[in-house]
């Protein structure tokens, strides 16, 4: 690798922004408050950089590439070149770079359920599943392993948000659905399907249904907030749901507080 102080101009910013090959998505504020900069002589060479990989594509620094092509003027900054490509997911720029942000570069689509989706996934693997509420997020850097060594987590993303889109469902999120389908799935593909089917429909159930019961609680919880409830909540009464389900038992009421419970196990 080697790194120096380039002058880059609009017509070489634009050059390297053609290289980047699906990198995240532009913020246009972010752009336009590093364009006026630009344009007013305020950018200073502060040691932040522009990289690039070892075969000539953009890694990081695109907002300020952009805003030098907005601005039509030139800039100096720091350039490294020949950062291995894998390096990306450690790279910041600009904003945070986040979870999202590294899906989508490796090619990705609906990042944010994905990302969502997976965070549910590793807590529910967690080696201390009492303490999902607590649970280590999807990081940059091992949101890719985790994605291998759960690539099913796609299907259950594409099944969750066709019935939440078709049926209006707004008391839990596309991420936290997919999430615990999949987890489900593990123990049941078939039962998977029906129960999280059934949740979104609502069809065909009686007031004893556990699934009826967990629609009608997390529904309250949605309306009695303005917004969805805590994500371990979510999980905690869908878990409960989902065992009185398959156990054809009912469940009177879901109670979960991470000071005095344990985290129900799927069973």
């Not at 790279?91 to 770079?97: A, Q, V």
């Not at 609502?202 to 529904?219: A, H, N, Q, V, Y």
């Amino acid at each position: 690798m080697n790194a120096k102080v380039r002058e880059i101009t609009p017509d070489l910013a634009e050059k390297w922004l053609a290289t980047s090959e699906g990198n995240r998505n532009l913020s246009p504020a972010i752009v336009a408050r590093f364009a006026k900069d630009i344009a007013e002589d305020r950018w200073n060479v502060n040691g932040e950089t522009i990289v690039m990989d070892d075969e000539g594509r953009l890694l990081d620094g695109q907002h300020r590439l952009a805003a030098c092509v907005e601005a039509k003027k030139s800039f100096s900054t720091f350039v490294v070149h020949g950062v291995p490509r894998a390096a990306f997911a450690t790279l910041d720029s600009g904003r945070k770079r986040m979870v999202a942000d590294v899906l989508h570069i490796a090619g990705h689509t609906d990042t944010k359920t994905l990302s969502a989706a997976l965070n549910v996934v590793l807590a529910l693997n967690s080696s201390a599943p009492s303490t999902a509420y607590n649970y280590k997020a999807v990081t940059n850097s091992n949101a890719l392993t985790v994605l291998e060594q759960h690539v099913g987590i796609t299907e259950s993303i594409l099944f969750s948000s066709r019935l939440i889109s078709a049926n209006k469902v707004a008391f839990i999120s596309r991420g936290n659905l997919a999430g615990l389908h999949y987890a489900f799935s593990q123990k049941s593909p078939a039962a998977a399907d029906d129960f999280v089917e059934t949740l979104c429909t609502g069809e065909l159930l009686t007031r004893e249904s556990p699934i009826f019961m967990l629609r009608k609680r997390l529904d309250e919880m949605t309306r009695n907030r303005g917004s969805q409830p805590r994500a371990y909540t979510v999980w905690a009464f869908t878990i409960q749901a989902w065992n009185a389900w398959r156990e054809s038992r009912t469940i009177p009421r879901f109670r979960y507080d991470p000071a005095l419970h344990n985290f129900p196990k799927i069973r």
